[in-house]
Nanobody, 126 residues
Framework: QVQLVESGGGLVQAGGSLRLSCAAS????????MGWFRQAPGKEREFVAA????????LYADSVEGRFTTTRDNAKNTMYLQLNSLKPEDTAVYSC???????????????????WGQGTQVTVSS
C-alpha cells in the first residue's frame, strides 16, 4: 500500500520559516517525480513546487519562487519543502503528490497524479 505522509506544518509568524517533509512508502520512490500543492480555505488547489525523480530539475510557482526550496533524499524516500519569508497568503494545507517519471510541468498541471498525501496545515500569522 502506497503512503505519502506529510509533516512539519504549524503556526508561524510572517517572515518566519518552516520545513515540510513528505515520507513515502510502498513505492519505488526514485522513479517518481514529486511535488507540493496547497489549498487555502475557499480556494482551489494550486501547484507550489516539483522535483524530478533524480532531483536534478525543480519547478516553482511564481508566488513562491525565491522563497521556497524543494529537495529530496532518495535514500530516505523523503521529499522536503523549505519555506522561508512566509507570508499570511501562504496559509494553506500543503499536500505532496507523486507522478511516475513525469516532467515537472506535467506534475504541475495536476493531471493523472498517481498518489496524494493527506496534507499538513501551515498557518502564517501577520
Amino acid at each position: 500500500q502506497v503512503q505519502l505522509v506529510e509533516s512539519g506544518g504549524g503556526l508561524v509568524q510572517a517572515g518566519g520559516s518552516l520545513r515540510l517533509s513528505c515520507a513515502a512508502s510502498g513505492l519505488t520512490f526514485s522513479t517518481y517525480t514529486m511535488g507540493w500543492f496547497r489549498q487555502a480555505p475557499g480556494k482551489e488547489r494550486e501547484f507550489v513546487a516539483a522535483i524530478t525523480w533524480s532531483g536534478r530539475t525543480t519547478l516553482y510557482a511564481d508566488s513562491v519562487e525565491g522563497r521556497f526550496t524543494t529537495t529530496r533524499d532518495n535514500a530516505k524516500n523523503t521529499m522536503y519543502l523549505q519555506l522561508n519569508s512566509l507570508k499570511p497568503e501562504d496559509t494553506a494545507v500543503y499536500s505532496c503528490a507523486a507522478k511516475m517519471y513525469a516532467a515537472t510541468r506535467d506534475l504541475a498541471a495536476n493531471r493523472s497524479i498517481n498518489y496524494w498525501g493527506q496534507g499538513t496545515q501551515v498557518t502564517v500569522s501577520s
